[in-house]
Structures are given as structure tokens and as C-alpha cells.
Nanobody, 122 residues
């Protein structure tokens, strides 16, 4: 089970740190990612991190502002978002994959968290 948290209401230009805690499985065994779904839009890939933590894949719209990290001892991954803008308003989901070919393909992820809402005011 994946539990996402840390969302909230933030002013434009601010920062936020989202967490995704795993229970019943170890995050170190999975390729992990964050997706988001804005109101009225389809879910989109945001960022991912490999099992070895040696590589990350970013969506073009977030590169330079979003960072993903993993704490295996806490069995948690994090998404740090800087310089938030209103277009970042969305429900953010964490996801885990046992075997990944294409990082931004949501169909390749086996487990999903329930989402945490980020709202950015202008």
C-alpha cells in the first residue's frame, strides 16, 4: 500500500514536499514515480526514480523545479516542488512498478497511492 501526503494550499512561488510512504513492500524494490491529475485533465507523468537512484526521468514542464528522492530506511519517497505556479494545481499520485520499460507510461505501474491535493494560488 502507498500513502501519499504533504499536499496543501500554497502561494505561487512557494515550495512543497510531498511524501509517499509504503507499507507491506519496500520502496527499494520498485521503480517509483509521481503522476498528477489537474481538474478536468488526464493524469500525466511528472517524475520518476530508478531502483538504484542513479537516474530520474522528468516531464519537460517540471524539469528544474521538481526533485524526487528516496529514503529506504523510512520506506518513503519524496517529491520536492519549488517555484510552484497555478498550473501545478493537481492531485498528485505516487506509483510503483516492478518492471518498467517506459517511465511515463502509467499502465506499467502496479501500485498506486490515493493521491494528495496540491493547490497553488496566484
Amino acid at each position: 500500500q502507498l500513502q501519499a501526503s504533504g499536499g496543501g494550499l500554497v502561494q505561487a512561488g512557494g515550495s512543497l514536499k510531498l511524501s509517499c510512504a509504503a507499507s507491506g513492500r519496500s520502496v527499494s524494490s520498485y521503480y517509483m514515480a509521481w503522476f498528477r491529475q489537474a481538474p478536468g485533465k488526464e493524469r500525466e507523468f511528472v517524475i520518476s526514480i530508478s531502483r538504484s537512484d542513479r537516474s530520474s526521468v522528468y516531464a519537460g514542464s517540471v524539469k528544474g523545479r521538481f526533485t524526487v528522492s528516496r529514503d529506504n530506511q523510512k520506506n518513503t519517497i519524496y517529491l520536492i516542488i519549488k517555484n510552484l505556479n497555478p498550473e501545478d494545481t493537481a492531485l498528485y499520485y505516487c506509483a510503483a512498478s516492478t518492471s518498467i520499460t517506459t517511465a511515463n507510461n502509467s499502465n506499467e505501474y502496479d501500485y498506486w497511492g490515493q493521491g494528495t491535493l496540491v493547490t497553488v494560488s496566484s
